[in-house]
């Protein structure tokens, strides 16, 4: 789709959608950020995306909007890949409680298959994505039709050979912060839905937010446009319906790399933690370690499940930004140069578009932001 489309329907999009904004003093926020909400409007109007929210915020000012069939604010979305953080958070917690090292070897904790290096692996390559795994098991889409538990997306990982050495090199990997997650799951005596719930989404009050379902329900969530979702998600095959991200199974099983539900709002205020540093969950030194860089100069920057630098954000961020995407078709980031975060969580699959809907919107509130810092 093309910037064009969007402003041929934008007229048609124009007052006919449900705007809520909270702010303590000034509706100056509003202002600058309408042109992100031009772009949601159109992208509905226009019939690409179904639901869409976006919640801003700059300092102390904040301004939500929800679009389509996104009746609130407090919509809660599929975050595809921004789980990653999230869960991580809740693995961070136990290394303030010194239960694990960074450095510590995965074979200390999960029996790995001998070679490939296997033995140097460690949990920073698993949360920075130089571990050498895979981003989805070859056996994926057989494993979901089965639809099989956590457990044994686990043992199928300890088992697949490795693209490289430990820390050699980078490749995104979903089966890296999976493993991760178990470790998480081994020290806590938890399960990974129930420490995110515990020791993040409870400590800082969200009410939106839950890793699989919980105590809500599929009518509680928005649905995806799975028609034009990723093929290891069940795009473009009739027979998924049982297993693809809309189906109950996908929404209850809490994948640690894709499996969450929030709000805009919610997914904010978690941001707020490392923005802010007010240690609800994670102490100041180990918020500041989650979004700085740990990969060498010569692989992608990464933080702790976190993309981080000038490119995890929006085009005009700074190179203290971190955030990250997901294929479900959101993106949220936190600018600590101008103390800014900006989630837009829509149901448009990411592969679906380019430019993406969001990505403009995101683009829109940088711009919009930079005029009032």
């Given at each position: 789709m093309q910037r064009r489309e969007f402003s041929q329907s934008l007229a048609a999009a124009l007052g006919a959608v449900p705007l809520v904004s909270a702010g303590n003093d000034s509706d100056e926020l509003p202002k600058k950020v309408a042109k992100a909400c031009d772009v949601l409007a159109a992208a509905v109007a226009g019939g690409h995306v179904q639901s869409a929210t976006l919640h801003v915020r700059l300092r102390e000012q904040r301004f939500s909007a929800c679009f389509g069939d996104a009746k609130s604010p407090d919509a809660m979305f599929l975050l595809g890949s921004i789980s990653k953080p999230v869960c991580m958070t809740a693995l961070m917690t136990l290394f303030d409680q010194q239960r694990f090292a960074l450095d510590d070897r995965v074979a200390k904790y999960l029996p790995?298959?001998?070679?490939?290096?296997?033995?140097?692996?460690?949990?920073?390559?698993?949360?920075?994505?130089?571990?050498?795994?895979?981003?989805?098991?070859?056996?994926?889409?057989?494993?979901?039709?089965?639809?099989?538990?956590?457990?044994?997306?686990?043992?199928?990982?300890?088992q697949t050979p490795l693209l490289f050495r430990p820390g050699t090199a980078y490749s995104y990997s979903s089966m890296g912060i999976l493993l991760a997650s178990r470790v998480a799951e081994l020290l806590s005596g938890r399960s990974i839905s129930n420490l995110v719930q515990q020791s993040v989404f409870d400590k800082l009050g969200l009410q939106h937010?839950?890793?699989?379902?919980?105590?809500?329900?599929?009518?509680?969530?928005?649905?995806?446009?799975?028609?034009?979702?990723?093929?290891?998600?069940?795009?473009?095959?009739?027979?998924?319906?049982?297993w693809d991200?809309?189906?109950?199974?996908?929404?209850?099983?809490?994948?640690?790399?894709?499996?969450?539900?929030?709000?805009?709002?919610?997914?904010?205020?978690?941001?707020?933690?490392?923005?802010?540093?007010?240690?609800?969950?994670?102490?100041?030194?180990?918020?500041?370690?989650?979004?700085?860089?740990?990969?060498?100069?010569?692989?992608?920057?990464?933080?702790?499940g976190f993309d981080v630098g000038r490119n995890s954000g929006s085009r005009g961020c700074s190179d203290q930004?971190?955030?990250?995407?997901?294929?479900?078709?959101?993106?949220?980031?936190?600018?600590?140069?101008?103390?800014?975060?900006?989630?837009?969580?829509?149901?448009?699959?990411?592969?679906?578009?380019?430019?993406?809907?969001?990505?403009?919107?995101?683009?829109?509130?940088?711009?919009?932001?930079?005029?009032?810092?």
């Open positions: 790995l298959a001998a070679g490939d290096g296997r033995e140097s692996m460690t949990l920073r390559h698993l949360v920075t994505h130089t571990c050498g795994l895979p981003d989805q098991l070859p056996e994926n889409n057989r494993l979901r039709a089965g639809h099989a538990g956590l457990d044994e997306f686990v043992t199928a990982v300890l937010s839950v890793q699989g379902l919980g105590r809500f329900g599929l009518k509680d969530v928005v649905p995806v446009q799975i028609d034009q979702a990723a093929p290891e998600a069940g795009g473009g095959d009739p027979t998924a319906k049982l991200w809309n189906s109950e199974y996908w929404r209850t099983l809490g994948a640690p790399w894709g499996g969450t539900h929030m709000s805009a709002s919610d997914v904010a205020e978690w941001l707020s933690e490392f923005l802010e540093q007010r240690e609800r969950v994670l102490t100041a030194t180990t918020a500041k370690l989650m979004i700085q860089n740990h990969n060498p100069e010569n692989l992608e920057s990464r933080g702790l930004t971190f955030g990250h995407t997901g294929s479900t078709g959101t993106i949220a980031w936190a600018d600590p140069e101008i103390r800014a975060i900006c989630v837009v969580l829509t149901s448009l699959p990411g592969r679906a578009m380019d430019p993406h809907p969001r990505e403009l919107a995101a683009d829109a509130v940088v711009r919009g932001l930079r005029l009032m810092v």
